[in-house]
């Protein structure tokens, strides 16, 4: 049976129409969250006469189940993404507040050294657990690139189609 090639520009149609719906899906859920965030933390203030700090916990609480609570690609990206930034606010409210002390160097290399050293652990010997797209680029970049043909497969992609 002969396969038929997809002619480029289906393809960068189709990348591009998917682009499109992911920003999308992006924005709009991002608009979902802060309406839900905003309307119950007005709620709360109302019921209550003021703003305390956990209105703001359980109001986001709330719209995190309900916009970001579904496992898809574009909540999981940002989920992640905040997962990252709270890790580093909290070792820096840490350090503000007593609980840890003041690091006397730098210690984003040692940040640095830990988070590549677990990926490519989880990578080499637990790669199920690691999200798709990740597993995929590390795929790309630790795997396939022990074959190499010239050049090109650094300017384009090294994986040749198959032989017919």
Request: aromatic share 14%; proline share 5%.
């Amino acid at each position: 049976m002969e396969q038929k090639s997809v002619p480029p520009m289906l393809c960068l149609r189709e990348k591009l129409k998917a682009i499109i719906r992911a920003t999308y899906t992006h924005s709009r859920n991002l608009a979902y969250f802060v309406f839900t965030y905003k309307g119950l933390m007005a709620l709360q203030l109302r019921m209550q006469g003021k703003k305390i700090p956990f209105h703001s916990f359980l109001s986001a609480c709330i719209g995190g189940w309900l916009v970001f609570g579904e496992n898809n690609n574009i909540n999981s990206q940002i989920n992640m993404y905040l997962l990252s930034r709270i890790l580093f606010g909290l070792s820096r409210l840490a350090v503000e507040k007593g609980y840890i002390p003041e690091p006397k160097q730098d210690p984003f290399p040692l940040f640095a050294s830990l988070v590549w050293g677990i990926v490519l652990w989880l990578f080499e010997y637990h790669r199920h657990t690691l999200q798709p797209s990740l597993q995929s680029s590390m795929t790309y970049l630790y795997d396939d690139s022990n074959v190499w043909h010239d050049v090109s497969d650094f300017l384009i992609y090294n994986k040749r189609p198959a032989a017919k």
